[in-house]
């Protein structure tokens, strides 16, 4: 028996960067009274509370006491306080602004060459390149772009795999992977879903056999792909409609 289960965010619990259907909502609050659950996703921790917390169906304090919040790939962990009523950060590992600086250089300098900076798409105010403390994460069309325009960029990740290698020809000192559905995430080594799922074990004093993890880019060079290579027992979902099949059916049989 399993006793946590783990979620990459985008396109694996919603439609990427969208806030959650309201059946995922009710699924995770059933197994939060059997499972600790634990999102782990590229994304701030605002985006946490916008896209699943506030999605949840009148959760008691109980039950949010089970579900752990690994943002930034886990690179900050936060957690609910049933006392303060309120969500708490335990850790948060960021990069430095060195590595901010030429992380942004490097992503920039890469896609304008391969004509893959699309500046003229973007809506006011958006920007193609963030700085989310523990990563910095590339989105093409911007963070405000529309879902149908975001899948239509780059449905066969050509396009990210491209600004990849050219990113890690310019600085091989950090890790590019490619996620959601437009977006790359520079991090420095490690820090990516093994270095979460490794605090994740410590934190949750659990086991890596303990762990039932769901993703959608869980092939090599995926931003799930680091919590396969780990060993951990991993289910590979085409989107959230998967996910809450595969969710049915665990909370049947319990
Ligand atoms: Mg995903």
């Given at each position: 028996m399993k006793k946590v289960l783990a979620f990459d965010i985008d396109q694996t619990?919603?439609?990427?960067?969208?806030?959650?259907?309201?059946?995922?909502?009710?699924?995770?609050?059933?197994?939060?009274?059997?499972?600790?659950?634990c999102p782990i996703s590229g994304q701030k921790f605002d985006q946490f509370l916008i896209q699943i917390v506030d999605r949840l169906p009148n959760p008691t304090p109980a039950q949010l006491s089970h579900l752990h919040l690994f943002v930034a790939q886990g690179t900050q962990y936060y957690k609910f306080d049933t006392e303060k009523n309120d969500w708490v950060q335990i850790y948060n590992y960021p990069l430095t602004e060195e590595q901010v600086a030429k992380i942004s250089e490097t992503i920039e300098k890469s896609a304008r060459e391969l004509g893959f900076w699309e500046e003229d798409k973007l809506m006011e105010g958006d920007?193609?390149?963030?700085?989310?403390?523990?990563?910095?994460?590339?989105?093409?069309?911007?963070?405000?772009?529309?879902?149908?325009?975001?899948?239509?960029?780059d449905p066969d990740c050509k396009k990210r795999e491209k600004i990849v290698k050219r990113c890690k020809e310019l600085a091989p000192e950090f890790d590019y992977e490619i996620g959601g559905t437009t977006s790359i995430n520079a991090i420095t080594p490690g820090m990516n879903k093994e270095f979460g799922m490794t605090h994740l074990l410590e934190?949750?004093?659990?086991?890596?056999?303990?762990?039932?993890?769901?993703?959608?880019?869980?092939?090599?060079?995926?931003?799930?792909?680091?919590?396969?290579?780990?060993?951990?027992?991993?289910?590979?979902?085409?989107?959230?409609?998967?996910?809450?099949?595969?969710?049915?059916?665990?909370l049947g049989v319990l």
């Open positions: 619990l919603n439609v990427a960067k969208t806030p959650i259907t309201d059946e995922i909502g009710e699924l995770l609050v059933n197994c939060l009274d059997y499972f600790e659950v920007e193609i390149i963030e700085n989310r403390l523990s990563q910095v994460t590339f989105s093409a069309l911007g963070q405000k772009a529309g879902t149908e325009a975001k899948y239509a960029w934190e949750l004093n659990v086991k890596k056999e303990d762990i039932l993890y769901f993703g959608d880019m869980t092939q090599p060079g995926g931003n799930d792909y680091p919590v396969v290579a780990m060993g951990i027992d991993t289910i590979t979902v085409r989107s959230h409609e998967d996910t809450a099949f595969a969710l049915r059916g665990i």
